[in-house]
């Protein structure tokens, strides 16, 4: 028993490593916060959350598909066709309620489609996901003749499903002494999944299946992993939470246009390789991502604050990606 | 080509590979290194060879004082390193990979395809084997990839090749035509650092033996004045006592029966059975068709006709799940591709083919895991620093453990074992060995597909031989002999 120790030694470069992007998030808060008083509000962090949400939603099911060693392209076309099919079914006079649920049952089955290309298809994940996500754009352009539909919440007659969907992308949580605290609902969606995601990777067989089938799917199979159903598991799961985040987009701007999460596949990519995940699956962890959700909407947030024009933002953007994803393979 | 290697230390962070090891080479020699995996033979040679640089010690080339700092430099010496990995680009054709970074070229770059086609033919023929040199390396076999390894390394005129483990995926052929090369290599003065646990190749093959022991040199011998028990004892350090381990059990009733397993131009009508406690021996050439029977028994590639029966009753068997689910487990041949995940912990190695044991409606329980687990690393004396520890940084003795760890919990009826003691150092074998015996202690039915005729006779209860696809009988353990089964596995009769 002597020799077997619980845990390695960890040298002070792996912790750094490991816990890189987080590090990073820190120095990155701290700098800005000195500069500007304005970012350092409690109001502008609850935003920054907001903001923050509907990156971190499609990022965490990106995360799934990356570790189960695919990518999902699609996810800014499914958000988008999601959203206008709520939208749609909203103007057709479809309750509050039920046209979420079909909505979000809808990205799942875009979802679905993305998973069986490249399952049952043998498409790589990269073109599989490169057609779905420029038919599904295609499909919501169609839908809406190139038109956003706008006013939605007006077309909702009952109360409750009002509620229900102003909630979604207005709504705040008020809570502590003198209704001090006002987290908005966006921001308690992204944490309770947070916690949902962690349960399920670290905590289930479903999870250590997605891990092993990114890491060495032969292997993975002959063990008795359907790979195939684990593969098709991820991309639902990707289009679920593509079409969450939508909803709670259009919740909150109260309107749906066909081009809504254009470019959002990139913005989710760069937080799960933030956060360590490896792009060739089997590696990575779900709080990496957030971190890098994070670090892309402090910089977003706080470069913004800043009056920092958007062209040099993009830059700037780039170059803390590259020294982050740089710092990280030194481990 | 005189080498001298002495007093080399080499540590990876807290983990010195390398106390006080030595080497000589003489001009023209054959020379074996020897020891158990994790011995330091490769770290010695990657020294020699710039790969690694070394912490002290000193390296002599012809009495001149040498510091390689890359493969490369080594390479320009004469020295020159064959991974036991391949080291080839699976993409490009032979005749790319041979010339890859040294082309030979005409003006501006351009390269000269008919100088580079006549000189890899020249090299190619030398060698007297026959690889199409425009074949796309993924599409040949793991022993011609190999071959073409060898053709590389003498396209730069070296003086000194390194081979580690080149045998351990040749076919017998193949193999006999890399001795010849070896040898005639060996008569133009070239000398040859030869890295391998097959003790009968090294005794007809070598000149002199150095062995390893814990990264420290234990002593250099000529082969005329060791014999095989010796080596081994200089290996480990002490006697290991019988090669193969008896066993004493009683065979009980037939576990799994196979009739009429046919895949079209792979093998067919194949009919065989197992019984309890039993282990049956499965011989034959490279490419016989062994693994692609016991594939198709597993559902991981599909068969045209046959039938399966467990326990006397047939079972349907499409894809792995189901042979898991009927109760078989089957250690594939390439343990890095197929058997491990391989950047991923013991535990997590162990635990994914035993999910369901260790979890209660999909939820993992932190406690059974760390049973299984713990279990598994203490009754295979797994060597780690704990259940975290990456299969990556194990050695290949200890993969295998992982292995055999990760099926044993899954209580199979019928373990498949195809090749299970390749590039594993003599002492891992015989726990390889004991395991074995156990599970047929338990009445397990083990079926043991080998390419070492020693291991298949000391093993098996009785003896499948395959040829072409075809089982060309089943012999008795104790009235089988090496002469038997060669003469079977190439086409005789008995």
Same mark, same amino acid.
């Given at each position: 028993?002597?020799?077997?120790?619980?845990?390695?030694?960890?040298?002070?470069?792996?912790?750094?490593?490991?816990y890189g &992007?987080? @590090?990073a998030?820190?120095?990155?808060?701290?700098?800005i916060s000195c500069v500007?008083?304005e970012?350092r509000t409690?109001?502008n962090?609850?935003?920054l959350?907001?903001?923050a949400?509907?990156?971190?939603?499609?990022?965490f099911?990106?995360?799934?598909v990356?570790?189960?060693?695919?990518?999902?392209?699609s996810?800014?076309?499914?958000f988008?066709?999601?959203?206008?099919?709520?939208?749609?079914?909203l103007?057709?006079?479809?309750?509050?309620?039920l046209?979420?649920i079909? &909505?979000?049952a809808?990205?799942?089955?875009?979802g679905?489609?993305?998973g069986?290309l490249?399952?049952?298809?043998?498409?790589?994940?990269?073109?599989?996901?490169?057609? /779905?996500?420029?038919? +599904?754009?295609?499909?919501?352009?169609?839908i809406?003749?190139?038109?956003?539909?706008?006013?939605?919440?007006?077309n909702?007659?009952s109360?409750?499903g009002?509620?229900?969907f102003?909630?979604?992308?207005?709504?705040?949580?008020?809570?502590g002494p003198?209704d001090?605290?006002?987290?908005?609902?966006?921001? @308690?969606?992204l944490i309770?999944?947070?916690?949902v995601? +962690?349960?399920?990777?670290?905590?289930?067989?479903?999870?250590?299946?997605? +891990?092993?089938t990114?890491?060495?799917?032969?292997c993975?199979?002959?063990?008795?992993?359907?790979?195939v159903?684990?593969k098709?598991?991820?991309?639902?799961?990707?289009?679920?939470?593509?079409?969450?985040?939508?909803?709670?987009?259009?919740?909150?701007?109260?309107?749906?246009?066909? /081009?809504l999460?254009?470019?959002?596949?990139?913005?989710?990519i760069?937080a799960?390789?933030?956060g360590?995940?490896?792009?060739s699956g089997g590696?990575?962890?779900?709080v990496?991502t957030?971190a890098?959700?994070?670090i892309?909407?402090?910089?977003?947030n706080?470069l913004?604050?800043l009056?920092v024009s958007? +062209?040099y933002q993009?830059?700037?953007?780039a170059?803390?990606?590259?020294?982050?994803v740089?710092?990280?393979?030194k481990? | 080509m005189?080498i001298?290697?002495?007093?080399?230390?080499?540590?990876?962070g807290?983990?010195?590979?390398?106390?006080?090891?030595a080497f000589?080479?003489?001009?023209?020699?054959?020379?074996?290194?020897?020891?158990?995996?994790g011995?330091?033979?490769?770290?010695?040679?990657?020294?020699?060879?710039g790969?690694y640089?070394?912490?002290?010690?000193?390296?002599?080339v012809?009495?001149?004082?040498?510091?390689?700092?890359? =493969?490369q430099?080594a390479e320009?010496?004469g020295?020159?390193?064959?991974?036991?990995e391949l080291?080839?680009?699976?993409?490009?054709?032979v005749? #790319?990979?041979?010339?890859?970074?040294?082309e030979?070229?005409k003006?501006?770059?351009?390269?000269?395809?008919?100088?580079?086609?006549?000189k890899a033919q020249?090299?190619?023929d030398?060698?007297?084997v026959?690889i199409p040199i425009?074949?796309?390396?993924?599409?040949l076999s793991?022993?011609?990839?190999?071959?073409?390894?060898?053709?590389?390394?003498?396209?730069?005129?070296?003086?000194?090749?390194i081979m580690?483990?080149?045998t351990a995926?040749?076919?017998?052929?193949?193999?006999?035509?890399l001795?010849?090369?070896?040898?005639?290599?060996?008569?133009k003065g070239?000398?040859?650092?030869y890295?391998?646990?097959?003790?009968? #190749?090294?005794?007809v093959?070598?000149?002199r033996?150095?062995?390893?022991?814990?990264?420290?040199?234990?002593g250099? #011998?000529?082969?005329?004045?060791?014999?095989?028990?010796?080596?081994?004892?200089?290996?480990i350090?002490r #006697?290991?006592?019988e090669?193969? =381990?008896?066993?004493?059990?009683?065979i009980?009733?037939?576990?799994?029966?196979v009739?009429?397993l046919t895949?079209e131009?792979v093998?067919?009508?194949?009919?065989?059975?197992?019984?309890?406690?039993?282990?049956?021996g499965?011989?034959?050439?490279?490419?016989?068709?062994?693994?692609?029977?016991?594939?198709?028994?597993?559902?991981?590639?599909?068969?045209?006709?046959?039938?399966i029966?467990?326990?006397?009753?047939q079972?349907?068997?499409?894809? =792995?799940r189901?042979?898991i689910a009927?109760?078989?487990?089957?250690?594939?041949e390439?343990?890095k591709?197929?058997?491990?995940?391989?950047?991923?912990?013991i535990a997590?190695?162990i635990?994914?083919?035993n999910?369901?044991?260790?979890?209660k409606?999909?939820?993992?329980?932190r406690?059974?895991?760390?049973?299984?687990?713990?279990?598994?690393?203490?009754?295979?004396?797994?060597?780690?620093?704990?259940?975290?520890?990456?299969c990556?940084?194990l050695?290949?003795g200890?993969q295998?453990?992982?292995?055999?760890a990760?099926?044993?919990?899954t209580?199979?009826?019928?373990l498949?074992?195809?090749? =299970?003691?390749?590039?594993?150092?003599i002492?891992a074998k015989?726990?390889?060995?004991?395991?074995?015996?156990?599970?047929?202690?338990q009445?397990?039915?083990?079926?043991?597909?080998?390419?070492?005729?020693p291991?298949?006779l000391g093993?098996?209860?009785?003896i499948?031989?395959?040829?072409?696809?075809?089982?060309?009988?089943?012999?008795?353990?104790?009235?089988?002999?090496?002469?038997?089964?060669?003469?079977l596995?190439?086409?005789?009769?008995l």
């Open positions: 028993m002597d020799k077997v120790v619980e845990k390695n030694k960890k040298s002070i470069g792996t912790i750094i490593g490991e &992007a987080f @590090i998030l820190v120095l990155l808060v701290i700098v500007s008083p970012f409690t109001s962090f609850l935003n959350l907001r903001q949400s509907f990156n971190g939603l499609i990022a099911g990106m995360t799934c990356i570790l189960s060693d695919g990518i999902d392209l996810v800014g076309s499914t988008a066709l999601s959203a206008i099919l709520c939208a749609e079914m103007v057709h006079g479809v309750p509050a309620g046209a979420i079909l &909505a979000l809808a990205g799942t089955a875009l679905v489609i993305s069986v490249v399952t049952k298809g043998r498409l790589q994940p990269f073109i599989a996901t490169l057609i /779905t996500m420029t038919a +599904y754009r295609g499909l919501a352009l169609i809406t003749d190139g038109k956003p539909i706008s006013r939605l919440a007006s909702i007659e109360e409750s009002s509620f229900l102003k909630v979604l992308g207005k709504g705040n949580l008020v809570f003198n001090m605290f006002s987290v908005p609902i966006p921001a @308690i969606i309770v999944l947070l916690l995601f +962690y349960f399920v990777l670290h905590h289930t067989t479903f999870g250590r299946r997605i +891990y092993a990114g890491s060495n799917a032969k993975a199979k002959l063990v008795g992993v359907n790979t159903r684990i098709i598991a991820v991309y639902a799961i990707s289009g679920f939470m593509a079409a969450l985040a939508g909803l709670i987009m259009i919740s909150r701007v109260d309107s749906a246009q066909p /081009t999460g254009d470019g959002y596949e990139l913005d989710a760069a799960v390789a933030l360590g995940t490896s792009m590696r990575g962890k779900i990496g957030l890098g959700v994070l892309i909407a402090v910089l977003n706080g913004n604050i009056g958007t +062209y993009e830059v700037i953007k170059i803390v990606i590259l020294v982050a740089l710092s990280d393979r481990r | 005189n001298e290697m002495t007093g080399i230390n080499k540590s990876f807290a983990n010195q590979v390398l106390k006080d090891a000589t080479l003489k001009d023209g020699e054959v020379h074996a290194l020897m020891g158990e995996n011995a330091g033979k490769s770290t010695l040679m990657k020294i020699l060879t790969v640089t070394k912490d002290s010690g000193t390296v002599k012809d009495g001149k004082e040498v510091n390689f700092k890359s =493969p430099e320009k010496a020295i020159v390193f064959i991974y036991q080291n080839v680009l699976f993409d490009l054709t005749e #790319e990979n041979l010339f890859m970074g040294k030979i070229t003006k501006f770059g351009i390269c000269d395809k008919k100088a580079m086609h006549a020249e090299v190619m030398k060698m007297g026959q425009e074949a796309v390396m993924s599409d793991v022993g011609q990839q190999q071959m073409v390894e060898i053709c590389k390394a003498l396209m730069v005129d070296a003086k000194v090749i580690d483990e080149p995926a040749l076919t017998e052929r193949e193999t006999e035509s001795f010849r090369v070896m040898r005639a290599l060996q008569k070239v000398s040859i650092v890295i391998s646990h097959r003790m009968e #190749e090294i005794f093959l070598c000149d033996i150095t062995i390893l022991r814990d990264g420290s040199y234990i250099t #011998e000529h082969v005329n004045d060791i014999d095989m028990d010796g080596i081994v004892k200089m290996m350090g #006697e290991i006592g090669r193969y =381990p008896k066993r004493d059990v009683k009980g009733d037939e576990v799994l029966r009739e009429g895949k131009k093998f067919h009508d194949v009919s065989f059975d197992v019984r309890a406690g039993e282990v049956l499965v011989a034959g050439l490279m490419g016989a068709g062994r693994t692609e029977i016991m594939e198709a028994i597993f559902g991981s590639i599909s068969k045209n006709h046959g039938q029966y467990i326990d006397g009753k079972v349907t068997i499409k894809n =792995p189901q042979a009927a109760g078989i487990g089957f250690i594939t390439d343990r591709t197929e058997g491990l995940l391989l950047e991923k912990s997590e190695n635990e994914i083919a999910l369901k044991s260790v979890s409606h999909g939820v993992l329980s406690k059974k895991q760390e049973e299984l687990v713990q279990q598994g690393i203490e009754e295979f004396k797994i060597k780690c620093f704990g259940p975290w520890h990456e990556n940084n050695s290949g200890n295998q453990k992982v292995v055999l990760k099926w044993i919990a209580n199979p009826k019928i498949i074992l195809d090749e =299970p003691t390749r590039g594993v150092d002492g015989k726990e390889i060995y004991n395991v074995i015996n156990k599970m047929a202690a009445g397990v039915a083990v079926i043991m597909v080998s390419s070492e005729l291991e298949v093993m098996s209860d009785r499948m031989v395959v040829r072409e696809g075809e089982v060309r009988g089943i012999l008795d353990g104790k009235d089988a002999d090496q002469e038997k089964i060669m003469t596995a190439t086409g005789g009769t």
